[in-house]
């Protein structure tokens, strides 16, 4: 069995990529908390990850094929928690809203004597 340098790149390219996503998503799932996430850019995301999913399969890539699809699956996975999440927490039109009112701290009060 001869594997090409271009497929041992590929693979260790693919499996350092997926090993930098893995943390995110055991984060996501053990604690649910997924407010800091871009529903957009997640979305995104899948759908690019889809796409080089297809290009792996047509390229006969196996690489870009596999690592692909198993980014399709984490990425999904996080999709998902973020949609479910964001059903269940009020959406508020201004992030505003939340933060305490500070004062202006170069305004000069007035004295009442």
Sequence with gaps: MDVSLSTLIGSAAGCIGLYSFVPQVVKCCRIGDVAAISLRMFAVRTFGLLLWTVYGYALGSPPVLIFSALGVVLS??????????????????????????????GAAEPVVG
Excluded at 79 to 99: A, E, F, T, Y
Aim: net charge positive.
């Design 76 to 105: 999904s996975v996080i999709l998902v928690l973020k949609v479910r999440g964001s059903r269940m927490q009020p959406v508020s039109g201004d992030c505003r809203h939340n933060q305490p009112d500070q004062k202006d701290s």
